[in-house]
């Protein structure tokens, strides 16, 4: 049973639009979701991450838009660029030190010039 | 910035060999997960430390034993190897009481 349930697979973007990557959850246990951004052979860098007492956050570029009710939560990549093309991986974690992340399966993401 | 330092970077074994993963945290930094990452797929965690005791503990095959020392590096043991233990194996440590982890570079370990 997949924990956290990411959409779409594959997204293919033009430069300077809007990528955004969907993701749901089912454990209400669940308070801290961090969004991770991997290049091929790479370590999964932290890009951004919020908690359930927020709806929104914004880094720059990146924003991260949270529904609470419906456990979902939504990356949006503004004006996107060909170095942003990489794989997204959303998670989970009940947001207590040394407890697990659950990933979800993540999006390949591709921005053509 | 100081980031998490695994080694080996590399690593090739035969069926039924053993191998060692090391793991130096960021400085500061007292917490230490392991996870395993298939071509492909998500990482799935195996286990974590805090303060030297076992905090979380995940899909992680008997034959595979941890433990975190008292400088706070860590080190995954793997014994039996089989070839579906050909993957990525990412460390990861968080500071004090904080839930941001922040993954190290991997070691790409390839059972033949």
């Known amino acids: 049973q997949q924990q956290v349930k990411q959409s779409p697979q594959s997204l293919i973007v033009q430069k300077g639009g809007i990528s955004i990557i969907n993701c749901a959850y089912e454990?209400?246990?669940?308070?801290?979701f961090p969004w991770y951004q991997q290049f091929p052979g790479k370590g999964p860098a932290l890009l951004i991450a919020?908690?359930?007492?927020?709806s929104e956050k914004k880094e720059g570029r990146f924003t991260i838009s949270f529904n609470k009710s419906a456990k979902q939560f939504s990356l949006h990549i503004m004006d996107s660029q060909p170095g942003d093309s990489a794989t997204y991986f959303c998670?989970?974690?009940?947001?207590?030190?040394?407890?697990?992340?659950?990933f979800g399966k993540g999006t390949t993401l591709s921005v053509s010039s | 910035a100081a980031g998490v330092i695994q080694s080996p970077r590399h690593l090739i074994k035969e069926k039924r060999e053993t191998a060692t993963l090391k793991c130096y945290p960021i400085?500061?930094?007292?917490?230490v997960y392991w996870y395993q990452q298939g071509p492909g797929q998500d990482p799935q965690f195996l286990i974590s430390?805090?303060?030297?005791?076992?905090?979380d503990k995940g899909s992680i095959p008997d034959r595979f034993s941890a433990q975190q020392f008292s400088d706070y590096h860590s080190e995954l043991n793997m014994s039996s190897l089989e070839l579906g233990d050909s993957a990525l194996y990412f460390c990861?440590?968080?500071?004090?009481?904080?839930?941001?982890?922040?993954f190290g570079p991997g070691t790409r370990l390839t059972v033949l």
């Open positions: 430390f805090y303060e030297k005791m076992q905090s």
């Open positions: 919020i908690r359930p007492d927020v």
């Open positions: 998670a989970a974690s009940r947001g207590q030190a040394g407890t697990a992340l659950i």
């Open positions: 400085p500061r930094h007292d917490t």
């Open positions: 990861a440590s968080s500071p004090v009481a904080v839930d941001e982890q922040f």
């Open positions: 454990n209400t246990a669940f308070d801290y």
